[in-house]
């Protein structure tokens, strides 16, 4: 395999073949060219080299025109200079503007193989670091959304999708599945995402006052209007608007909401002057909108005004993969917020905690959490720091026997079973990672030293029952 892919631009036949040989004799690849327009019309129609070797002063095209050229194409690309001695100036001026090294004539061989190695080194770098934010992105989502099965693939993908168009978008989900989250991820990569992301839960603002909220009101138009109020479209302008739980709008506001939709205008309460306004819309409900079209109390053609892109966010029972995930980032944050210093959890934790339906969803796993890493004392979390009513009678719930480092259990069965399911779950996770220990105590949801401890333990039970 080659170590690169050199191009090089060299005028002089002689330079050009010495350049060429020195760079091949150590594992790369290159093309060389004389004409420095030919070599650039190679390098924009094939797939871009990892660095590009250019005498400065050339006819036809100078190095500082393909420097221009070659970072406008592609900026991750070196670009190394060669120069004359007297040229040493102009050499510096162009690593100001772009440059990646320069070397003098007449080039030391040894030296060129260096710098070479050293740029398409630093380069290559760049391109893992960069895919390596592309792979958490994709493992671990937008902002504070966290999952790596494929129901949220599949809704990152939709977002990257939605995000950088001006169509309105209607997210749909249950309560607790992050649906502003969501929102607040389709802002941040659209083009808005220097302007205002607002949000507002219409079932939140009683039913007198959300079209005051909505759409803002001039001073006296009602009792208690003192001053004029600025309504959440006027304050959104040039950014996003998302409004939570869009079925709890009475048909009137539907009807007004409807219009600023279609005409870009809103008009305050006692008001009559139309105000533009350039607002993205994003909604979310919880509720069957096409059922409650059917029962006359949404309105039909607004529904299809919002859902030009539908998004569905799927419940935490339909990814329960990535529990250990959301765990794990949860026991995080609330390390920081509380001062504690959580590892993770203990596998028969987690196998609880993946055997949940989770009403809540997300929001209940959160405040679980939260109250789990309050509560432990130890770099792990055990059964005993679950709520009473989240452990079912055949689970562990009190600390650990004195000496044993395992849980007794309420329920007459025994240790030795609770062990072996332990045991099968480190085992599988350490197959499931190749045999290594720090993914597998990842994928666990505890810390390394934990389960090297846990692993010396079940070595030496399974030597005791070997020899008994």
Sequence with gaps: MAQGSI???????????????????VGYEVKGFQDPREGMA???????????????????MDGMEVLRRVKEREPSVAVLLITAFGSVESAVQAMKVGADDYLAKPVDLYELRRRVQALVEKRRLRNEVDE??????????????????????????????????????????????GKELIANAIHQHSDRKRARFLPLNCAAIPANLIESELF????????GAERAHQG???????????????????????????????????????GTQPIPVDVRIITATHRDLPQMV?????????????????IRIPPLRERLEDIPLLVQAFIAQFNREHGKQVKGVSPDVLHLLTSHSWPGN???????????????????????????????????????????????????????????MEKQAIFRALQETGGNKTQ?????????????????????????????
């Design 7 to 25: 191009l090089i631009l060299e005028d002089e036949a002689e330079n050009l073949r010495s350049l060429t040989k020195a760079l091949e004799k």
């Design 294 to 310: 059917a029962e006359q109390k949404f309105r039909e053609d607004l529904m299809y005004r919002l859902k030009v892109v539908e």
């Design 42 to 60: 190679h390098f924009e129609t094939h797939d871009a080299a990892d660095l590009v070797l250019t005498d400065l002063r050339m006819p036809g």
């Design 216 to 223: 803002g009101h001039e001073r006296g138009s009602f009792t």
């Design 362 to 420: 997300v929001r209940e796993l959160r405040n679980l959490v939260e109250r789990m890493v309050i509560f432990c004392a130890e770099e792990e979390v055990r059964v005993a720091h679950l709520p009473y009513d989240f452990r079912p009678s055949h689970v562990p719930v009190t600390t650990p026997a004195s000496g044993s480092g395992h849980l007794a259990l309420v329920s007459g069965d025994s240790i030795q079973a609770l062990d072996e």
């Design 440 to 468: 597998a105590a990842r994928v666990l949801g505890i810390g390394v030293r934990t389960l090297h401890r846990k692993l010396n333990e079940y070595r030496i039970h399974d030597q005791e029952r070997s020899t008994t």
């Design 132 to 177: 390596l934010k592309a792979r958490l992105d994709e493992r671990f989502g937008f902002e504070q959304i966290v999952g790596n099965s494929r129901p949220m693939r599949d809704l990152f993908q939709q977002i990257r999708m939605a995000a950088p168009t001006r169509v309105t978008v209607l997210i749909q989900g249950e309560s607790g599945t």
């Design 232 to 270: 959440k479209f006027e304050q959104a302008t040039g950014g996003t608007l998302f409004l939570d739980e869009i079925g709890e709008l009475s048909l009137d506001l539907q009807a007004k909401l409807l219009r600023v939709l279609e005409e870009r205008v809103v008009t305050r309460v006692g």
